[in-house]
């Protein structure tokens, strides 16, 4: 079965299992600064397991490409030498956000495996965490894996999370049996279990994850919303298993892409040889650098970056070892390109740009590799040990290019280390050089903005950048400097800048940047040593010169708004909850603001009111806001509030509103409090201790709020047949004739259970003396199902009975077994799942009470009528 048919058959699989199928996320994480990349299937919906996005579907299922090489993850060197570590992998996935749980889980798991992809039950053993019942019962229950087949291993093994923080669980994992045939299949210890799977004799395949906390800061486990489901299953390797070989790179999914490179170098390939690990590394170091690119990832010096390079220069050293000195590694990227891209059209849609940039960044480290392969062999000697001492590592990184953990992995294949700390040392050591030099060179605070990358335009180095936020949204200017960035992104700093850089609470600004021939989105805006820069994609041929900078303005007025009427909240808390309240944090953004307080408990609904109430009569007064400079301490006699947490220069900028407020902020304000409209509280919560948050809205949101209030009310209003002005009496006299409604309903329901329990008792069957009822019964809920079947249970004395109802859209069975019967063997668990099985489907329970699911519900009168004949050799002691 070839790699691209196991992929869709999961896909399909779980499609049919009511599961939407979505489309692999970008390798970078989105808004996640915890992860340098996706390394799991889980990762982009890691805020839907937060219960902070709603994806609109509760089962999910994909496909994920995933990157593992850096962080927490990182088995860099051990790629081509080891039959399973890769830097680049496809993780198979399905997800339940909140919907099934465990059962569910195992059952999909299972049926996919042995069913759908036909692998031998016999091979397959199971591993749960040691505190996990439930998962071991499960196992035994709906699979049938003997429990000697099951072990129970430790957080190591068996509790996973995505990193050092965010959601996590207990996990089960399904392993293949890889043990020759004489010994395959026969029984071990759970330390015997542990050495083999380290030695590759059983191969994890599949981790089932049963998502149930969120590790904190402090390393606290709190509950998920809602337990969910998140399985990942490496593509690789289901593939070595279905297609039966001994390693990852030996299926279909490297093959074709070894090939290419051995057709490049001309040295044949075999597996067990030195030649055969850098063919491996230089597959799967092709498959990372195609996919990195394609996903917007820059070789650089820094971040994902620097990631992207060490790949790529560890990949150009193994070809160099294969005899090779021009580029190799772009044929390899442009196999996998073909191998993958019909699967993933983003590699065929950057296919030039992908190879323009592999072939540039493999002739730049070609150019120094030579050189450095030279100094490295006088320094680490084949045959040899030692240190490398850390100004050696330095030079190497420095004038040829070597990244630090590329020497230290050749260091170690040669049996000497390096010393780390003293490369740290050498590398603070020029950046201290390098701040100095700037420094010496007088031309100011200006030209430290321009390193790393930053090009100066004209004599612009040491110009000024004036600050144009307070007075303009759109000008014309010219640019200072500009940084050319990953995927034909550009920064630029402008000598007047109308931009404001998040600071302070206020989110960032955005807008358009328009040149001659050119025009930037700017969706960033980046404090940079003493000046702003504007970041965003470029449509034309970029070129420096004169511009017009234009803010989006509805969203800065928004923000300008909800700014200033964080200062009219501020005031008005400490009017009504006294002097004690001050700012712990906040949220200024266009669509709304977020204001933490210090207060002790929740505000009554009647502070609530009186605080709205405040702001928005300092609205309506229309007070002008009077921003101005002045010495901080000036500020401060004066009374303005300073926040504890920021730190003030000399000179400090007061936001005044006359007779309410006076604070110091550096933040963009309305030209008075009229502008703002309207203030609206929309909630008032607890954070920490001692801390409260409050959300509003103002102008044209908390307009469109009230009108989606009012709208609520009257469609409430006329559902109840009433005024709006009269909803409140007429909610409660509903909920008045509601009580009395229950009350009659659970009155008839007793009394009439009482008939539903005679009938039954009168249509019981006599099977060797014995009665056995089997019937359907119509109930509203599962509950009253279980209440009905208690009743029969103690009416019947001695006897088994059997009960179908349709609960919804599916069909529930029912069994109960006096304690006689029990004894006798007649089990209510053996009997439902066998009625079950005749109806297509499963369950179980306890001895004297079972119940089971069907799937086809249409064969449960069939399944019914067949229930004396399955009681019978029970009976009889079968």
């Not at 996919?112 to 039950?121: C, D, H, N, Q, V």
């Not at 053993?125 to 035994?140: F, I, N, P, R, S």
């Not at 193994?318 to 993933?344: F, K, Q, W």
């Not at 992908?354 to 590799?369: C, D, K």
């Amino acid at each position: 079965m070839r790699s691209d048919e196991i992929r869709a058959r999961f896909l399909d699989y779980f499609a049919r299992q009511g599961h939407t199928v979505r489309p692999s996320a970008s390798l970078v994480p989105g808004d996640d600064p915890t992860l340098l990349f996706t390394n799991a299937g889980m990762v982009p919906f890691k805020k839907v397991f937060l219960g902070v996005e709603n994806p609109g579907f509760a089962r999910a299922s994909t496909s994920q490409k995933c990157v593992r090489a850096g962080g927490k993850h990182n088995d860099l060197e051990q790629v081509g030498v080891t039959a399973r570590h890769h830097t680049f992998f496809e993780m198979l996935g399905n997800f339940s956000f909140g919907d099934y749980f465990k059962r569910d889980a195992i059952r999909f798991a299972w049926e996919l495996l042995t069913e759908e992809y036909g692998i031998p039950r016999e091979r397959l053993w199971v591993t749960v965490h040691y505190t996990d019942d439930e998962a071991e019962k499960l196992w035994l229950e709906i699979a049938g894996v003997k429990p000697e087949r099951i072990f129970r291993l430790g957080d190591k093994d068996n509790f996973w999370q995505m990193a050092d923080t965010g959601p996590c669980g207990p996990c089960s994992e399904i392993h293949f049996d890889l043990r020759p045939e004489g010994v395959r299949g026969t029984e071990v210890s759970r330390e015997q279990f542990e050495e083999l799977g380290e030695e590759g004799q059983f191969l994890e395949i599949w981790n089932l994850v049963f998502m149930q906390y969120d590790r904190d800061a402090d390393g606290n486990l709190n509950p998920l919303p809602a337990p969910s489901i998140d399985t990942g299953m490496g593509l690789e390797r289901l593939a070595s298993v279905l297609q039966g070989v001994k390693a990852n790179y030996l299926t279909d999914l490297f093959t074709d892409i070894i090939g290419r490179a051995v057709a490049t170098v001309g040295v044949p390939y075999e597996y067990d040889t030195p030649q055969g690990v850098s063919y491996r590394v230089l597959a799967d170091h092709g498959r990372a650098t195609a996919f990195l690119l394609a996903d917007g990832v820059f070789p650089s010096n820094e971040g994902r970056g620097y990631v992207l390079r060490r790949i790529l220069r560890r990949a150009v050293r193994h070809a160099y070892l294969l005899g090779r000195r021009e580029p190799t590694l772009v044929h390899v990227v442009e196999a996998v390109i073909d191998r993958m891209g019909g699967v993933y059209p983003e590699l065929n849609a950057r296919r030039e740009y992908i190879l323009r940039n592999t072939r540039a960044e493999e002739e730049r480290f070609l150019a120094t590799v030579d050189a450095g392969m030279k100094r490295f062999d006088e320094l680490a000697p084949a045959g040899g040990s030692g240190t490398v001492s850390g100004a050696d590592v330095f030079r190497l990184y420095d004038t040829f290019g070597f990244p630090p953990d590329l020497t230290e992995l050749m260091a170690a294949e040669r049996g000497y280390s390096v010393d780390t700390e003293g490369f740290e040392n050498e590398l603070e050591a020029q950046r201290r050089r390098s701040r100095e030099d700037r420094a010496a060179s007088g031309i100011g605070v200006g030209a430290d903005a321009l390193a790393d990358g930053w090009e100066a335009v004209g004599d612009a180095a040491g110009a000024e950048q004036e600050f144009a936020a307070y007075r303009a949204v759109s000008l014309d200017t010219d640019i200072l400097a500009f940084r050319r960035m990953e995927d034909g992104r550009v920064a630029l700093q402008l000598r007047e800048n109308p931009f404001y850089a998040e600071s302070g609470g206020q989110v960032s600004d955005a807008g358009h940047v328009r040149g001659d021939g050119w025009r930037m989105k700017v969706d960033e805006v980046r404090k940079v040593s003493g000046r702003v820069a504007v970041v965003g994609p470029v449509e034309g041929d970029f070129a420096p010169g004169l511009v017009r900078a234009e803010v989006e303005e509805p969203p800065r007025r928004d923000t300008e708004r909800n700014h200033t009427a964080t200062h009219l909240l501020h005031a008005a808390l400490r009017a009504v909850l006294g002097e004690h309240v001050h700012q712990m944090g906040s949220l200024v953004a266009p669509e709304r603001l977020r204001f933490d307080f210090s207060h002790s408990g929740p505000m009554t609904p009647a502070e609530i009111t009186d605080v709205e109430g405040r702001v928005n009569r300092a609205i309506w007064a229309n007070t002008p806001v009077e921003p101005r400079e002045m010495g901080y301490q000036d500020a401060i006699g004066l009374g303005a509030m300073a926040l504890f947490s920021e730190k003030y220069g000399d000179v400090v900028r007061v936001v005044d509103i006359p007779g309410v407020s006076m604070e110091l902020c550096g933040g963009t304000h309305v030209r008075s409090t009229g502008q703002i409209g309207l203030f609206r509280i929309v909630s008032e919560s607890g954070v920490a201790a001692g801390v409260r948050r409050i959300e509003a809205v103002t102008g044209p949101h908390a307009f469109e709020r009230v009108r989606r209030d009012e709208a609520t009310l009257r469609e409430m209003a006329a559902l109840l047949k009433t005024r709006e002005e009269n909803l409140v009496p007429r909610i409660q006299q509903l909920l008045g004739e509601q009580r009395e409604l229950q009350k009659a309903l659970e009155k008839a329901r007793t009394q009439g259970g009482a008939d539903v329990i005679g009938r039954l008792l009168d249509s019981a069957h006599q099977v060797d003396g014995t009665r056995v009822i089997a019937s359907t019964v119509e109930v509203a809920d599962a509950d009253e199902l279980r209440a009905l079947g208690d009743q029969l249970r103690e009416r019947l004395g001695s006897g088994v009975a059997v009960l179908a109802a349709a609960l919804g859209d599916r069909t529930t069975i029912f069994a109960v077994s006096t304690d006689d019967m029990v004894t006798r063997g007649v089990r209510a668990d053996r009997v439902v799942r066998e009625v079950a099985a005749l109806a297509g489907g499963k369950g179980g329970g306890k001895p004297h009470m079972a119940q089971a699911g069907v799937t086809q519900p249409e064969r449960v009168p069939e399944a019914l009528e067949r229930v004396p004949e399955i009681v019978r050799p029970m009976l009889a002691g079968a």
